[in-house]
């Protein structure tokens, strides 16, 4: 009788495929994300943006 059952070599690519895909998505969702809230920040002025009269080189919340 032959054996019946899922390949080893298909089960691990698959779940390296999913994993790639999952991660991606993940990124990309998280990177959207930062990007929107800046957005809303600056928009709202809570993030403070430096100029040449500032004490502070970087952008800080107010």
């Known amino acids: 009788m032959a054996k019946t059952g899922p390949k080893q070599g298909i089960t691990q690519t ?3 495929a999913g994993l790639a895909t999952f991660s991606s998505i993940f990124l ?3 990177m959207l994300l930062t990007w929107a809230v800046l957005v809303y920040l600056r ?3 809570i993030l403070d943006m430096p100029n040449h009269r500032s004490s502070h080189a970087v952008p800080t919340p107010e």
Request: hydrophobic share 55%; net charge positive; charged share 20%.
């Open 43 to 45: 928009r709202k002025a």
């Open 14 to 16: 698959m779940t390296f």
């Open 28 to 30: 990309i969702g998280a």
